[in-house]
């Protein structure tokens, strides 16, 4: 190390309450050791190397000009296995060429593709819905989001096997991102056990021993047999896709499937799980989180839903049918989104773990430092706000500021910003705007003066801590759209 390379300032906290700082109310501990420390500290944590959170400007502008060579990805402190070979745990050019597999299937056109299909399966949620019934907004919208998975990741919308695809994702997926499973990595460090839950997965998969998908003597017992279950399901379609060998699949498992790498060969089997199981976690469990949060503003903000709810009905006017395209991209509804992920970003920060001593702002860090742009922090800082930081207030989005990649990060940036961020804003965007117009909600959070609930961590992103539950009090029938807001 060299000796002039240095930690910023550390809390006396023992590694395991810091641990448990990033656990339930992250957002108050990080405030916390803001308000103690300034801008960048250093926090610790069992089983792995110090960790540098950051919302300072000039270490965030050069964190994003880090070139790949200079820190490893392969040191992520993720404790759920999904793969070690999944693009986000790749340097250099193995990340780089990962991403150009995977960018395809979410670029422009696919979105336009996609967007009609979303907007049914939209729709056919909010047509189940009945007065009188309460739903907790993170998960009936994971459970959209699931569905909407299965279609992107498996082109299907229906059926049995759909069926069983999306209990297994979902079992996995909260089994794997539980509240003791993240304990077990915050405590022993979450890369050491992400690596033992996949060595443990690949010895029972190679075994062909499925599991009976129960709880047991070990906690990480069940997690590890849907595991299994699922990637042999993802493994048995891979091998009827290379048997079809259909160039006209555009869905993400049989584009990755059919493709080849530099030799002629097909990719591994384990390599396509490992990316399914990964757009799996980051479209879950990032769509659950921002949509919680989005969901609070909207009920403290009756006029920004009004807003909302004319916006669609002038587009639905001017188009004269329902067009998922053009209400996925109207400006006010967009601005609403990136309000509400500014003040409440789902991810607080993300991460590169350097190789080597590195200067970045003020700081000279040793190497093995994780550092992080402190997203939650960086979104409320008034220098780049204004006084109003605090204040939901959508509108700043359309008064000609703009801001920039250091300055507005929800999805991470640089050369590892989330391949997926176009897909779940998309989303996000279409279920909000059918929420706002048909249905009426009824919450705790009506209260626009009232605070906001506790934040805790869930599947490595922030979520109220208690849900969001919400009581349907009316739903407008789907036909509304083809009436003029004057009638």
């Not at 056919?124 to 998975?149: A, C, K, S, Y």
């Not at 009920?299 to 920004?304: D, I, W």
């Not at 702002?361 to 605090?390: K, Q, S």
Request: hydrophobic share 40%.
């Amino acid at each position: 190390m060299n000796a002039e390379a240095k930690l910023p300032p550390i809390p006396k906290d023992s590694k395991i309450k810091q641990a448990l700082g990033l656990g339930i109310g992250i957002w108050d501990y990080m405030e916390a050791n803001q308000k103690k420390f300034g801008d960048t500290f250093t926090l610790t944590l069992p089983g792995q190397g110090p960790m540098v959170w950051s919302c300072n400007q000039a270490l965030i502008k050069d964190v994003l000009r880090l070139k790949e060579s200079q820190y490893d990805a392969s040191l992520v402190q993720l404790p759920v296995d999904i793969g070690e070979n999944n693009t986000v745990f790749l340097n250099e050019k193995q990340h780089q060429d990962a991403r150009k597999l995977i960018i395809p299937s979410f670029n422009a056109k696919r979105l336009k593709d996609r967007a009609h299909v979303m907007h049914e399966i939209i729709t056919r949620h909010v047509d189940g819905f009945r007065p009188g019934q309460e739903h907790n907004i993170p998960r009936l919208v994971g459970d959209m989001t699931l569905d909407v998975i299965c279609f992107t990741l498996l082109n299907l919308t229906e059926g049995e096997r759909k069926d069983r695809y999306k209990d297994l994702m979902l079992s996995w997926l909260l089994e794997s991102c539980s509240d003791t499973m993240f304990t077990i990595g915050a405590m022993v460090g979450a890369r050491g056990f992400r690596k033992f839950l996949h060595k443990r997965y690949r010895k029972q998969a190679a075994a062909g021993k499925m599991g009976n998908g129960k709880k047991g003597i070990l906690p990480w017992k069940r997690a590890v047999d849907l595991k299994v279950q699922l990637a042999e399901m993802l493994r048995e379609d891979i091998r009827a896709i290379r048997e079809r060998n259909n160039e006209d699949e555009v869905h993400v498992l049989s584009v990755l499937a059919r493709t080849k790498d530099a030799d002629g060969r097909y990719l591994d089997e384990e390599r396509i799980i490992a990316e399914a199981t990964g757009l799996l976690i980051a479209g879950h469990e990032t769509s659950a989180a921002t949509s919680a949060w989005f969901f609070i503003w909207l009920q403290k903000n009756p006029r920004v839903v009004k807003k909302i709810r004319d916006e669609v009905e002038a587009c639905i006017q001017e188009e004269g049918r329902y067009d998922a395209i053009k209400v996925s991209e109207l400006p006010y509804l967009t601005a609403c989104l990136n309000e509400s992920q500014r003040l409440t970003p789902s991810a607080v920060g993300f991460i590169r773990w350097l190789r080597e001593d590195t200067k970045l702002g003020d700081h000279y860090l040793p190497a093995g430092t994780a550092v992080l742009p402190n997203v939650y922090l960086t979104h409320r800082d008034p220098a780049i706000y204004g006084d109003d930081v605090l204040e939901y207030r959508p509108e700043r989005w359309q008064e000609g500021k703009k801001y920039g990649p250091s300055e507005f990060l929800p999805f991470g940036g640089g050369a590892r910003a989330c391949v997926g961020m176009n897909q779940g804003r998309q989303q996000l965007k279409l279920i909000v705007a059918e929420f706002c117009r048909r249905v009426v909600w009824k919450t705790e959070f009506d209260d626009p003066n009232g605070p906001l609930p506790r934040s805790r961590m869930i599947g490595g992103q922030t979520e109220p801590e208690k849900g969001v539950m919400a009581r349907v009090v009316s739903v407008a029938p789907y036909e509304v759209e083809a009436q003029s807001s004057a009638a």
